[in-house]
């Protein structure tokens, strides 16, 4: 959702990059940014004490991960955005390094959609 009376027009991608790393919450889980460009971002984060009680990654931590790739994504064209949905499927149980790479597929005046790939490297 572009919120345009609130935008950003003039962040650079080092800007919007310094931004998303002062999260706290990002910072709790180690989450940290690759690579910024308009309307994408790459981010990763190590598995090191997130596991689910079966030794997996907690799937909230992975969609932590996608969630702040998307921020970044959608946040790195010069407009500010919100997420109104968002919807993950996990298809198998994640060990090591996640790395998720967001990018805006489409774009309209109320808004535009953004798709995170999540994998383990």
């Known amino acids: 959702m572009h ?13 919007m990059a310094e931004l998303f790393t002062r999260c706290e919450f990002a910072r709790l889980l180690g989450i940290r940014v690759l690579e910024l460009w308009p309307g994408g971002a790459k981010v990763e984060m190590d598995i090191t ?13 992975v969609f932590s991960l996608a969630d702040h790739a998307f921020g970044l994504a959608a946040n790195s064209g010069g407009i500010q955005e919100v997420a109104l949905s968002a919807q993950i499927t996990y298809i198998s149980p994640s060990t ?3 790395v998720a790479v967001a990018e805006r597929v489409s774009e309209h005046e109320r808004g535009s959609l953004v ?3 999540v994998w383990d490297d």
């Open 49 to 61: 004490d997130k596991q689910n009680p079966l030794g997996n990654m907690h799937g909230g931590a």
């Open 96 to 98: 090591g390094r996640l």
């Open 3 to 15: 919120t345009r009376d609130h935008a950003r027009k003039n962040d650079t991608a080092d800007e």
């Open 115 to 117: 798709s995170v790939r």
